[in-house]
């Protein structure tokens, strides 16, 4: 397995296990979001977010079996801060350590650029991803309610 930072090549693959996370979190209709946006918005000229990415070296046709996409949230009591949009291992890969590849990276990141934190949701029932988190005794805050307000 080898980690390196996202590519412009990248884009489908992460596109298809964007789409991976959809099904699991049971909003398979949910990503509409156009691919070349995408692309556009981590590879253009101003990139909104940034992302690291797992490969198989024994996969040539699709080597992509894991990310974490981030991007920069402005707290007004810390600064900046790495806000986590998405970690995910396709399914046939979970269970053999990529994950915890992919959160030390970031926090790796977070710390080399001065991120005071790492914020991110989980879903409440996504078991087998908070028992990950609270590996890292990461704090899981109840009192917050999240609020949408699609345009």
Do not use: C
Request: glycine fraction near 6%; aromatic fraction near 14%.
């Amino acid at each position: 397995m080898k980690l390196r930072r996202a590519e412009r090549r990248d884009v489908t693959a992460m596109l298809g296990l964007i789409k991976e996370l959809a099904v699991y979190e049971k909003a398979p209709n949910e990503v509409t979001v156009d691919p070349s946006h995408f692309e556009e918005s981590g590879f253009g000229p101003k990139p909104v977010w940034w992302a690291f990415v797992v490969e198989d070296d024994g996969q040539p046709s699709n080597p992509v079996v894991g990310f974490a996409l981030y991007y920069i949230r402005y707290s007004t009591w810390k600064g900046q801060v790495m806000y986590l949009e998405d970690i995910l291992v396709t399914e046939s890969y979970r269970g053999q350590g990529i994950g915890k590849m992919l959160m030390d990276k970031l926090i790796e990141e977070a710390r080399e650029k001065g991120f005071k934190r790492i914020t991110w949701q989980v879903l409440e029932w996504n078991e087998r991803a908070i028992h990950f988190y609270k590996k890292y005794r990461a704090n899981f805050d109840p009192e917050w309610v999240n609020v949408i307000l699609d345009l």
